[in-house]
């Protein structure tokens, strides 16, 4: 079976942005804010050449191949972040009882969720900011993973235990991503 004798992805910095890497540290900079990231693997070179970031690695096995893929796709995602940025959309289902959404501090707070006396909280990670207007919960920020995960920490807290999901269908639940 032949090995391929290298792998390599470039990625060009769009416009608008600017990127810096010391010792495995990559910094992107863009219009929304920065974003840095380590990578770290000794079988895998990140370099920068001119507006390219240069992701490479040597006769690579099943777990370098991979994880020269995944680099690449945490790198677009920072670029896009910092020129765009991340908008995840969520909706508040409710049949009988008003849910009532609030954002105090880095909580999300949901009261009256299925007529329950104790509020319910989601955590809020580090950049991302939440807006909740009316039955629309709306997550912002530049990082895609604290977005995403600030998302997942909303929907898991109003999770139904004990009851049919397919009947009782109470909840927030990510509508779109843009």
């Given amino acids: ?45 990140l370099a920068m050449e001119g507006k390219e970031v240069v992701i490479k690695t040597e006769l690579p096995q099943t777990r370098e191949k991979a994880l020269v893929g995944t680099w690449n796709a945490h790198v677009n995602n920072m670029l896009r972040g910092v020129t765009e940025g991340f908008t995840y959309r969520m909706k508040l289902v409710y049949s009988h009882f008003p849910v009532k959404v609030s954002v105090k501090g880095d909580q999300v707070v949901i009261e009256n969720f299925s007529g329950e006396k104790s509020p319910r909280f989601a955590r809020i990670m580090e950049g991302a900011k939440v807006t909740a207007k009316g039955d629309q919960v709306t997550i912002e920020g530049i990082d895609k993973e604290n977005v995403g995960q600030t998302m997942a920490n909303i929907e898991r807290a109003t999770r139904i235990k004990g009851f049919d999901r397919r009947v009782f269908q109470d909840g927030i639940y990510l509508v779109a991503k843009e």
Avoid at 7 to 24: V, Y
């Fill in 1 to 45: 079976m032949p090995v391929a004798a290298r792998i390599e992805k470039r990625t060009n910095i769009l416009e608008g942005a600017s990127a810096s890497l010391k010792k495995g540290m990559l910094t992107i900079t863009g219009p929304k804010g920065a974003l840095s990231r380590e990578f770290h693997d000794p079988k895998i070179t």
